[in-house]
């Protein structure tokens, strides 16, 4: 598990069970496979497991990035999407707020709430819809919240609705994640799953395979939960962002 404080330190746990900082004043992470990712000042760093050595692969001006396997794409303050190819970062897209990466396609929503899709860096992009507020793509499948809080998952040419009164959307593994608006967090296994109730009052999550991460409360406490009715098990206060290994 690594997650991310509101003062701004990384905190990764190793395999023993110990949590350790790597990195200071932090404003976004990602791990990826074997690689840690971190984005500090406009700067974006990345480093080799936990004992590595921080390299600096983007000097300035990046307001958020996203990783898979090799693949690294940034978005600049400017707007301006763009991607690493050796050490030169060439021009995807422009008037991007939102990018994701899944296998070799690159999914960005732009200023007017349009989301649109390539395959590999020399494809074509292919509007998928407009009036997305936020979306996520796991193993080719597109979910998206809408401006309304509706939420769709892309089946051929349909977008069947999920849940409505959505804030955010998180996928892994064929299941559905969504924080509602009355703060619940509602999973399911599938687009014809039950939507469980994992938690009241959650501020952010991330989950894999059946270990859950909730973010709740005043205190932005960090919990484990491993079933639905289970006990959620406190883990740090003051968590900004999580991501579940």
């Known amino acids: 598990m690594a997650l991310l404080k509101k003062n701004g330190d990384l905190n990764v746990q190793k395999t023993n069970g110990a949590w350790t900082t790597l990195m200071h004043n932090v404003t976004k992470f990602q791990v990826n496979q074997d690689k840690i990712f971190a984005q500090k000042g406009g700067a974006l760093w990345r480093k080799t497991g936990v ?18 396997g090799d693949r690294v794409a940034v978005i600049l303050t400017d707007g301006t999407l763009h991607y690493k190819s050796g050490n030169s970062w060439p021009l995807m897209l422009r008037n991007v707020t939102a990018v994701d990466l899944d296998g070799d396609k690159f999914v960005a929503r732009q200023t007017d709430g349009t989301l649109r899709i390539k395959t590999g860096t020399t494809g074509s992009w292919r509007m ?27 089946n051929g040419g349909n977008w069947p609705v999920l849940f409505r009164n959505a804030k955010t959307v998180v996928l ?13 967090l509602r999973i399911k296994i599938g687009p014809g799953g039950r939507a469980a109730k994992w938690a009241d009052g959650a501020l952010g999550f991330d989950f894999r395979v059946s270990r859950v991460g909730i973010i709740k409360g005043a205190d932005n406490r960090l919990c484990l939960k491993k079933s639905p009715t289970g006990t959620c098990g ?12």
């Not at 597109?142 to 998952?153: E, F, I, K, P, S």
């Open 51 to 68: 004992t590595g050595a921080w390299t600096r692969i983007r000097g300035s001006g990046v307001k958020s990035f996203s990783v898979e």
């Open 128 to 154: 998928l819809r407009s009036d997305v507020r936020t979306f996520d793509i796991e193993d080719g499948v597109v979910a998206v919240v809408q401006n309304d809080g509706t939420l769709r998952y892309k």
């Open 172 to 184: 892994d593994d064929g299941r559905f994640g969504a924080i509602l608006t009355d703060g619940t």
């Open 234 to 245: 406190l883990i740090t206060t003051g968590v900004k962002a999580v991501q579940v290994l």
